[in-house]
Each structure stands twice: as structure tokens, then as C-alpha cells.
């Protein structure tokens, strides 16, 4: 698994993956699926709608979809965003970091590390609060229809638990090896220019390495993120 260390400051650093494409999960209205199974079959498609939205902001809402749906949608495909990687190092045993030139290999270990750790402390506490939102929610699921909000925190609690699963995994289990990157160097200068000249930089960076969604990653990553 590659692992990109990416200048989104001139002071801060973020680890990124590439995204994989979410296939929807088949329409089956069968009885005797479970509930597990129901759920995975919302969130998968839930997401796969926030991707979509979050990918193509411009495009026009799905007639079918409430303003609703679409903001809880498009707020999971945020968090999506943010965790992927985080989900993406449970189930690693070995990943290459591939790190901006100008940091020695000490450093980028040392600053992986200490993203790790940021991540793994604020994932826990994010799960706590969004498995208390989810239990206060709880009550409205006596009402007919979908109750999103408690979908909301539900799958927001969960993926702060697999995220903060992965940021343990990345610290103690996982062999990493490094790899410096000139085009990644470049970056340094790109996030300190105005709006449209850092998206052209950072798209001919990712166009260099083969990352299609790295100038919006770093578009996300401009501010603080919960």
C-alpha cells in the first residue's frame, strides 16, 4: 500500500491514499436478509451518493433524493474522505510512505508517527460523542420512516472506531518503508499561493503521480478537521 505524506501547510502534513471507486449494493428487498446486512446495504449507497456529490458539486441534485438525504450523504462522503486511509491500514501488514524530498527519512518517520497519534487521540474522542448522539436519537427510530440522524451518528461513530482502529494498526503492526518524491517537494510552494494558482500546482503534482483526487484532497485539508 502506498502511503503519501502531503504538504497541505507550510507547517502541517497529511497522509493520503487514493480513493477506490464504491460499487452500489444490490437493490435485494428480501425479508430474510439481516439487519447487518440492511445497514451495510444504506451506508454503502449513502456513501457512494456523498462521493458522487462531493466529486461533482455542480451537478444537479437526483430528483428523488431529499435535501435531507443529501446533506447526510454528502457529510459521509466527507468523513469518507478523511478516514479512508485510516480504514485502508487495519488489514495492512506493510505500507511504503513516499515523502516530500526535502524532509530526511527520520522526519517523515516522525511526522507520520506523530499524524497517527493526532488521529487515533481524535478518533476516539469523536467516537464517543457521535455514539452519544446516536443513542439520544434513538428514540425517534418509533417513527415511520428512515431516521437519519440516527443512521447519521451510527455510521459517524463506527468509522471513527475502524479509523481509530487503523491509526493503531499504522503505529504498531504495520512495517513501513520510505521513499523520498521531488514532485511532492514542490508542494511546499504550491499551498502558499492564492486559490486558483495552488489547484493548478497540486493538479499537476497528482497528474505527476497518479493521484486524480489529490488537489481536492488538499482543497479539504486547507482547514481543521473534526
Known sequence: MDVYLVPVALNRHELYCEHVDLEPAPDDPSPTR???????????????????????PGSAPHPHRGRVRRWVTSRLAEAVAEQRLLWRLRRESAAELIYPAPLSETRA?????????SDLDRRRLWCVIDTLLALLCAPFTLIPGPNLPAYYFVFRAVGHFLAMRGAQHGLSKITWTYRASA???????????????????????????GLSDLALFVEGSSGHRP
Open 109 to 117: 518517520r516522525e511526522v507520520t508517527r506523530g499524524c497517527l497519534r
Open 183 to 209: 514532485p511532492l517537494a514542490s508542494m511546499y510552494a504550491a499551498v502558499v499561493l492564492d486559490a486558483d494558482a495552488r489547484a493548478a500546482e497540486v493538479e499537476h503534482v497528482g497528474a505527476e503521480l
Open 34 to 56: 439481516t439487519i447487518r446486512e440492511k445497514i451495510t446495504a444504506i451506508y454503502r449507497n449513502a456513501l457512494r451518493e456523498g462521493e458522487e456529490a462531493r466529486r461533482h
